[in-house]
């Protein structure tokens, strides 16, 4: 006997959907539909900018959305395929690979055949993808096969291939301001019909740390706690069913990584460990970390103590073999030595000293002598041909060309084994100067 339909009315319909939303959570209820109802990013949203010019105006390209979490790159990439009419396809980088790639491509193709529109592919935790798989993407976004809206927490210069950055647009989103915070908390409290003291609100705006979604999430758990009346004492109680306001790719992440590095800049090993301490109970990339101690290794610690740099870098090897806990052992002792030794950012100013030089300037011509001389006829040209050896000739004068004869860019901090080290460039011009001055 056979089964027969309930019939179901277009109110039962309505009702359902009506039940749908409800039970939607509250950050996704009150994610914008328009550009307009974006709260905050007025630095890349204004007129002038690409990232509008690519909303708002005709023309589609492949794009990068770096910044924190909970500050809209998932809404950005959805407001930029319903302006342009796109279909909209929706990865992540943790749960997909390339067969889910290729996939996606060949389902853009059979799109674009049947209707003749492009497909957006928003791509999230696109730092998650290893070499390979970032490449595999590269020619689907050349072709124009796919647009790719590539979104990431980690900085693209170290979580992202130069071929594939170069190919996109890249846009940074800052954590959002305490006061895009409080339009959003109105926006919510109207929706839900919920009040909240003065001093409970405040505690709300600090732990949302300039995260949209995690500021959402807190009130809607603090909303339901006492039908919608919220004090201190339900914000307090939401956030300790929330955890911790550190989130490895939050706001908390910049911040604390920010504190760390001038902890140690300072000398300060009491606080190095505090920060070092909360960064890796906080779940951050102990590689983040690595490479940051790296870094520091070379533009804070420098030539005082060269051995610094050796250290970060085996450091940072050990973090790659062992992963943590082990690893943490090394990024101790690493973080320890740098804090505790000389200091010195000589070779930074140098650097940029140099480079001031040649921004937005001509460049000067390379001294002759120091040109290759590899046939007869660069020899013929002059090339080369007055180079003096300094293993065999006591060398005075600069390299340098002849417009910048003179400068000097590094001059030792006097920290470390830059101590006692003659500044070079200075030595030179002076001797130079003085065998100009005999008779």
Known sequence: MGVVAPDVSEDSMDLFKQRAVAHRPLADRLRPQTLAEVVGHQDILNNASILYSIIEGGHLCSLILWGPPGVGKTTLARLLAHRHDAHLVELS??????????????????????????????????????????????????????????????????????????????????????????????????VESWSITEEAKQQALRLGAGDARRLLNL???????????????????????????????????YDTISAFIKAMRASDPDATLHYLARLIEGGEDPLFIARRLVIFASEDVGNADPHGLVLANAAAQAVQQLGLPEG????????????????????????????????????????????????????????????????????????????????????????????????????????????????
């Open 93 to 190: 980088a943790v749960r997909v690979g390339i067969p889910e790639l290729r996939k996606a491509a060949a389902d853009a193709a059979d799109w674009h055949q049947l209707h003749g529109r492009p497909t957006v592919l928003f791509l999230d935790e696109v730092h998650r993808f290893s070499k390979v798989q970032q490449d595999f993407l590269l020619p689907l976004v050349e072709s124009g096969q796919l647009i790719l809206v590539a979104a990431t927490t980690e900085h693209p210069g170290f979580a992202l291939s130069p071929a594939l950055r170069s190919r996109c647009a890249l846009v940074e989103l800052q954590a959002l301001e305490e006061s895009d915070l409080e339009q959003l908390m109105h926006r919510a409290l109207e």
């Open 219 to 253: 009130l809607e758990r603090a909303g339901h706690l006492r039908g919608g009346i919220i004090d201190v004492q339900e914000v307090t109680t939401a956030a300790g069913r929330q955890g911790g306001i550190y989130e490895a790719k939050g706001s908390a992440h």
């Open 328 to 439: 943490r052992f090394a990024l101790i002792q690493a973080s320890l030595y740098l804090s505790c030794g000389p200091k010195s950012d000589a070779g930074y100013r140098a650097y940029e000293l140099a480079k001031s030089d040649l921004v937005g300037r001509s460049w000067p011509p390379i001294p002759m002598d120091l040109l290759p001389a590899a046939t007869p006829l660069h020899r013929d040209q002059g090339r080369g041909v007055d180079y003096k050896n300094p293993h065999r000739v006591q060398m005075n004068e600069s390299l340098l060309p002849d417009v910048l004869q003179g400068r000097v860019y590094y001059e030792p901090s006097g920290q470390g084994m830059e101590r006692g080290r003659p500044p070079v460039g200075k030595a030179r011009r002076q001797a130079d100067a003085g065998a100009k001055e005999e008779p």
